[in-house]
């Protein structure tokens, strides 16, 4: 009886499949490398832009105070005598002014984050940054609604929303940068950690890669000595 050869696959066969193993190896690896450090990138990208929003609204506060302040005390000063309709004009520009710098904290402040889950301090100075705004707007609007005379009324209002922009100024620049900074570094460790596994990880898995691909190499060179001793 005929002993029956052994078929082995053909070159094309092992190199072609060597080739496509290879590719889907390499190529999931560098997937789930690009997604980690992604997602690492977009969370500091995230922090970072929150700290920019933060400076933003402590300077926009910051205007804003001055803008009123200014107003109140041109107006005092021309109230003396009757207003004329360049007064008006200019004080009308002030005031719109004014407005639409608490109108832009107003939405900048809405941008930080307060997420009560990841930092109740920071969730509560949120929303006094927001509260306080709301009160300024609404006592600004009565001011205006009382047709804004000089009398012991506006002098009351006046303070009263000076002392809110000395505290909301506060809680923008020193209480809440405090609180991110406090709230950020156990993000930035972890953060510093996981792209620290990701470059040992990355050394030890394309490592490997390498061993296989020698050990492949060596396997394909050993298939096709005995097709070549076969067809001899």
Known sequence: MKKRSRHYPGFRTILLSFNLGTIVIVM?????????????????????????????????????????????????????????????????????????????????????????????????????????????????????????????ESYKKYYQIIKVFSYIENYSSNLYLTAAVKNDVSALIKNIYLTEVFKRASICIFSLIIIISIFSTLQITKTLGKNIQEML
Do not use: H
Not at 49 to 63: A, D, G, W
Not at 89 to 101: D, P, V
Not at 124 to 145: V, W
């Open 28 to 152: 999931t690896v560098i997937l789930v490398f690009f997604a980690g450090l992604y997602k690492i990138i977009y969370d500091m990208q995230d922090r970072i832009q929150q700290y920019i929003l933060l400076n933003q609204l402590s300077t926009e506060i910051k205007n804003a105070e001055y803008q009123f302040t200014l107003f109140f005390n041109e107006y005092r000063e021309k109230s003396v005598n009757p207003l004329t309709a360049e007064d008006e004009a200019q004080l009308t520009a002030l005031w719109e002014n004014t407005y639409s710098i608490r109108n832009q904290a107003m939405k900048t402040a809405a941008q930080l984050e307060s997420n009560y889950d990841r930092s109740p301090q920071k969730y509560f100075l949120n929303r006094g940054i927001i509260f306080g705004l709301e009160f300024i707007n609404k006592t600004c609007n009565e001011l205006l609604n009382d047709n804004f005379s000089i009398d012991t």
